[in-house]
């Protein structure tokens, strides 16, 4: 009896809320072009309001940090009630740093949304602690500079747009780096921490001051359809950089920066290791990367939590210093291992592979010389590569060499001015087939005996991770412009394929029917 009761109060709620238009929020009508848009994630949400709601102005010159830090402060409520979503109209949009404060929130961006962000200014960007697993910022002892986009122990958190645009207007903040002008670690674009259930997605990053996309000691990270571009001469400008992060998945992303397209790593030196915390299982598909000074995937150099498990397949580099590289150092400890990539096109490159134990860049003195990297299981195949100066850079660890290489299938066209040496290999171990040009000793080659180097066949609990489309309108009523939620695919009656007027109906027919059972 006390049970159906709760049932039923449950059902009412879900009427009420579904049907009420009371979590609707107003907005100015000039603001808004679009009459409706789409947006998809995990979960589609109860709330939504429009950065205008709370003072915003898209002028491209009035500050909107006191706007977004608002909106947050105020959509944090509904966290519990069905979650926000908070929609930045066409517009330039200039803010410094801001906290993403709630759980269950969706940052969507319009096509013509930009999000500018402020120039360097010591008042105006917050800085907060340096992460513990790195000890200290890592352009400058001490603390860091907030990201643009801020958030930690969040749940369920989408940033997304239809292309809409972060502008990081990093040129000042490259300068004064450049010059030493700068007394703590630049901002990256967007940094989670302490976060599951993130999803970042069709947005396009711009001139990032450094980091573009941080997720950090998170789980169940989607990274889908980002444009991320930087002069490729700038500084520290990575793209997606995966740290002390379990089940990310990164797909669909064109990059071109200064540093590496995707950066996965996981703690510096003594800090990293006392923090011990990997990154794995990681996939990264359909990626094209245009880095003239990095790598298109990059493991370290920061790795000391361990990186394992790293499943990458169609990744194009084109004009890209290395296709992947992985980079360490005597005092890292930790280990790089079981990693697989596959189908990757290569075409103008320094190397296609590139390893290195002698990286250096420790964040002070008190490394421990005897804390060596393990590098081993390292797989890679089916690949062709073209215009290329050297095949291969692989320096291991003089008395720890990185053990079980496995390269095949593999076509290396070179450049004109292609390097005499095409493989200078020093402290490994590993083994190839069908690969040319033909490989250093240390890589021997196993004829007919091996056919192909592992990949992984099961799949991820990430990669199954699927969004749900939300629909949301912009609705007219007299002089004022509502927008709320029309549709909500995947609701609880989303199998009938009804619209959700009639899902709410059904739902009061049910009610009624039910309550005079109960009253008979
Ligand atoms: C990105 O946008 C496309 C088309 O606008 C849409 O189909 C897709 O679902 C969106 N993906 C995500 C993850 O937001
Ligand atoms: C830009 O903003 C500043 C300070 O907020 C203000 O003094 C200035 O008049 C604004 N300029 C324009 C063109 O709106
Ligand atoms: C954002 O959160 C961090 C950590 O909780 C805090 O240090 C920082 O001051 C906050 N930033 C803003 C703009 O409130
Ligand atoms: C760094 O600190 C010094 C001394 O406090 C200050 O004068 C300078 O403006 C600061 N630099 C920046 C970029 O804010
Ligand atoms: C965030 O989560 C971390 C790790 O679970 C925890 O140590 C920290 O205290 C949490 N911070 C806040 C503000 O809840
Ligand atoms: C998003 O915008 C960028 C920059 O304008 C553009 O290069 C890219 O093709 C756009 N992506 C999509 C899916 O429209
Ligand atoms: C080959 O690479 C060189 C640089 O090593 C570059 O200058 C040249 O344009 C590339 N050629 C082609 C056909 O891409
Ligand atoms: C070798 O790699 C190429 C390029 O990815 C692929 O098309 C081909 O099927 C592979 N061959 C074998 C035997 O796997
Ligand atoms: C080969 O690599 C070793 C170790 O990195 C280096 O010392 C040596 O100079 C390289 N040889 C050539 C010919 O590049």
Redesign the pocket.
């Known amino acids: 009896m006390e049970v159906t009761a709760a049932v039923w109060v449950c059902l009412l709620a879900l009427v009420i809320a579904g049907g009420s238009s009371s979590s609707s929020v107003e907005a100015r009508k000039k603001s808004l072009k679009l009459d409706s848009f789409e947006f998809t994630g995990r979960d589609c949400r109860a709330n939504v309001a429009s950065i205008t709601d709370f003072g915003g102005v898209g002028d491209g010159n009035t500050s909107n940090t006191k706007a977004f830090q608002a909106a947050m402060d105020s959509l944090a409520k509904y966290s519990a009630e069905g979650g926000s979503l908070l929609y930045i109209p066409p517009g330039r949009w200039l803010t410094s740093s801001f906290n993403i404060t709630s759980s269950h929130f969706t940052l969507y961006l319009d096509q013509d949304a930009v999000l500018l962000a402020a120039q360097v200014d010591e008042n105006e960007w917050p800085v907060i602690e340096p992460l513990p697993s790195y000890g200290r910022g890592r352009d400058a002892d001490g603390g860091r500079y907030s990201s643009l986009i801020f958030g ?2 969040l749940t369920d958190v989408v940033i997304t747009g239809a292309n809409g645009t972060l502008d990081g207007q990093g040129e000042l903040w490259w300068k004064k780096y450049r010059a030493g002008q700068l007394n703590y670690t630049r901002p990256y674009l967007i940094e989670l ?2 976060s599951s259930e993130i999803q970042i997605s069709n947005l396009t990053l711009l001139n990032s001051p450094s980091w573009n996309v941080h997720p950090v ?1 998170c789980t169940n990270t989607l990274v889908k359809g980002l444009t991320i571009l930087a002069p490729v001469t700038s500084a520290n400008t990575d793209g997606i950089n995966p740290d002390s992060c379990t089940n990310t998945r990164i797909e669909d992303c064109f990059i071109v920066s200064g540093d590496d397209c995707v950066a996965v790593k996981s703690g510096w030196d003594e800090y990293g290791i006392a923090y011990g915390m990997p990154t794995k299982h990681l996939v990264i598909r359909r990626l094209t990367c245009i880095s003239p000074f990095s790598a298109a995937i990059a493991l370290g150099s920061e790795m000391s939590g361990g990186i394992e498990d790293v499943r990458a397949e169609d990744i194009t580099a084109i004009n890209t210093e290395s296709g992947v590289r992985i980079k360490t150092a005597v005092g890292r400890g930790g280990y790089v291992k079981d990693i697989y990539v596959r189908r990757f096109t290569m075409k103008t490159m320094k190397w296609a592979f590139w390893m290195t134990g002698n990286y250096g860049s420790h964040p002070d003195n008190n490394y421990d010389p005897n804390a060596i990297p393990v590098v081993e299981n390292i797989n890679y195949r089916d690949m062709v590569a073209e215009n290329v100066s050297m095949a291969a850079k692989l320096e291991g660890i003089g008395g720890d060499p990185f053990t079980g290489i496995c390269i095949s299938n593999v076509t290396i066209g070179l450049a004109e001015k292609a390097k005499k040496l095409q493989w200078n290999c020093t402290d490994i171990a590993g083994v190839t087939s069908s690969v040319t040009p033909q490989p250093c000793d240390l890589l021997p080659d196993q004829g007919e005996k091996q056919t192909s180097c592992n990949f992984p066949d099961d799949t991820l609990a990430i990669e199954e991770v699927e969004a749900h489309a939300c629909s949301y309108k912009l609705q007219s009523s007299g002089c004022d412009d509502h927008i709320r939620p029309i549709y909500f695919r995947g609701g609880l009656f989303s199998f009938l394929n009804i619209s959700p007027l009639q899902q709410h109906i059904l739902l009061l027919l049910l009610l009624v029917l039910g309550i005079r059972i109960e009253l008979h």
């Open positions: 930690t122990n921490m302490y000691y």
